[in-house]
C-alpha cells in the first residue's frame, strides 16, 4: 500500500463506525458499473416483498448463527 494510502486507511479508521460503512459503500460503490435503474427498482421490488413477506410471517426464518453453520458446513 502507497503512503498516502496507509495515511487515509489510518485515517478512515479513526472515523466513528457509522462514517466508516458509509466510506466502505462508496468504495465498493466505485468498483459497479454505471447503475441500472431498471435492475435497482427490480432489486428495491424484491426487498420489499421479502420484508412484507418476513412481517406477515410468510417467509420461513432461521437464525443468522444456524445460516452461517450451514454455510461453514458446505465448505
Known amino acids: 500500500m502507497s503512503k ?8 478512515a479508521l ?3 463506525p457509522e462514517e466508516r460503512a458509509k ?6 460503490v466505485s468498483f459497479d458499473s454505471p447503475p ?8 428495491a421490488k424484491e426487498a420489499e416483498d421479502r420484508l412484507d413477506a418476513f412481517e406477515s410471517g410468510e417467509m420461513k426464518t432461521v437464525p ?3 445460516a452461517f453453520e450451514r454455510i461453514r458446513n458446505k465448505r
Open 14 to 16: 479513526a472515523l466513528p
Open 64 to 66: 443468522a448463527k444456524q
Open 23 to 28: 466510506l466502505v459503500d462508496r468504495l465498493l
Open 4 to 11: 498516502t494510502g496507509a495515511q487515509l486507511l489510518q485515517q
Open 36 to 43: 441500472n435503474r431498471h435492475i435497482d427498482e427490480l432489486w
